[in-house]
């Protein structure tokens, strides 16, 4: 079988949770590709809501068996909480897989990460502090500690050595903090092994052999396209690819298994953290796109900066992704609008610019171009099918199909699991 990928085609925050959740009857494995505990997906199942920051969405569905892939960089003490508080709430966690190639954020990425963006001042990046630059940057330095380092008391020891010969300097002669001991980290690491290890495994085998007897496997992202650290907007971005090619080195899994790439959108945009953002709002329409949306990060507790749709970056997405679908959520957040704008183009220095513009100066300039669709005021949580939807929400779908070059198959009517209208099959 095929694997899909399913990915965030904006700035994060879109709903990836949700559409992972819907799909997770329907696949047998769900893998996390990138990323770290700086993104957050909330499931609604039920009366019940459900935060996840490390731990693959296909968690809560009792037959998928959920992966975090090679390309996640994972704190121990992050996912043993989550491990922990799932199985309070009666979620058996017993067939997470780990990869043993994942890399481990530590203390000191935690300490360097959080003075490192003080010390930036204004021109801060609007990291979350939970080390995850760190933990990549010590990745490509060929520093880094790995899961199966945590079974070689010896090698880790050597690691955490000499990661701190040159943190501990920067931490005391640069930011004028504390060094941290060997002894501490070593010990605290060491503990994690015998817990985390009936978890760890070799990942991208596992998964090989999931798709030659098969099986359904969903590559899940965190973040969204806007912050790939190659194709977002730099400098303020992840440290990783959230974009599909992410997928593949993110997993094990060659490219040319996966055949569907799905992108999921909001019928809004939203954006956490520092870095350029058109469509932004400042005014009464931002403050109710907020409340109504609820848009507070999952991982931060951050408001959410909130704009209206940007067909420019949807566009990008499906460029830079190979998107074949959309799935559309919060479409609900906008019913009571009499007119909702959407951005189809920019306007840069007086120039109509259709596409997103490759300089990061021009893209700080860019001013919105707005069509104005009607609104709707009737209440669309129950619709189940697009002609349940009022005739202007199907024509708002629709326009936003149209100027963003691929089908939106699925559209978000509401938080809970139920509450979608089903297109086209996402994955037959």
């Not at 015998?194 to 991208?204: G, H, K, N, Q, S």
Request: hydrophobic content about 35%; charged content about 25%; aromatic content about 8%.
């Amino acid at each position: 079988m095929p694997a899909l990928v399913l990915l965030g085609a904006q700035w994060g925050d879109e709903g990836k949770g949700k559409a992972t959740d819907l799909l997770g009857d329907r696949v047998d494995y769900v893998v996390r590709y990138q990323g770290g505990n700086n993104a957050g997906h909330t499931v609604v199942i039920g009366d019940q809501k459900y935060a996840l920051h490390l731990l693959p969405s296909g968690i809560l569905s009792p037959n998928v068996v959920p992966v975090i892939g090679n390309g996640v960089v994972i704190d121990p003490s992050v996912l043993l909480t989550e491990i922990s508080g799932l199985n309070e709430r009666g979620i058996d966690t017993s067939k997470l897989k780990i990869s043993t190639n994942a890399h481990l954020i530590t203390p000191y990425h935690r300490t360097i990460d959080k003075v490192s963006e003080r010390f930036l001042g204004n021109s801060k990046i609007g990291t979350t502090g939970r080390g995850i630059g760190p933990a990549y940057a010590d990745k490509i330095n060929r520093m880094g500690i790995r899961v199966q380092d945590l079974f070689d008391p010896s090698i880790l020891r050597q690691k955490i050595e000499g990661a701190l010969r040159d943190k501990n300097q920067v931490l005391i002669k640069v930011f004028n903090r504390k060094g941290i001991e060997v002894e501490d980290v070593l010990n605290e690491y060491l503990g994690y092994a015998e817990i985390l290890a009936p978890y760890v495994c070799d990942t991208a085998l596992l998964l090989d052999k999931a798709l030659k007897a098969n099986k359904n496997v969903l590559l899940e992202g965190s973040q969204g396209t806007l912050l790939d650290v190659d194709h977002g907007t730099y400098p303020f971005v992840t440290s990783s690819n959230p974009t599909a090619g992410g997928a593949s080195t993110g997993s094990g899994i060659g490219p040319t298994k996966i055949t569907r790439v799905i992108g999921i959108v909001k019928a809004y945009t939203t954006r956490v953290g520092s870095g350029p953002f058109p469509t932004e709002l400042f005014d009464e329409d931002g403050e109710k796109l907020r409340s109504i949306g609820g848009e507070v990060g999952v991982t931060t507790g951050r408001n959410r900066r909130c704009g209206w749709y940007d067909a420019p970056i949807a566009r990008y997405a499906v460029r830079v992704n190979g998107l074949t679908d959309f799935f559309l959520t919060k479409l609900d957040v906008l019913t009571g609008w009499e007119k909702i704008p959407v951005c189809v183009a920019y306007d840069i220095d007086g120039t109509r610019v259709e596409e997103l513009p490759s300089s990061q100066t021009d893209f700080h300039h860019a001013k919105p171009i707005y069509e104005y669709l009607p609104g709707w005021n009737e209440d669309i949580s129950g619709a189940r099918t697009m002609e349940d939807l009022p005739a202007n929400a199907r024509a708002y779908v629709k326009y936003l199909e149209e100027i963003s070059e691929a089908p939106m198959s699925a559209v978000g009517v509401g938080p809970g699991r139920d509450e979608t209208i089903a297109v086209r099959d996402l994955i037959n």
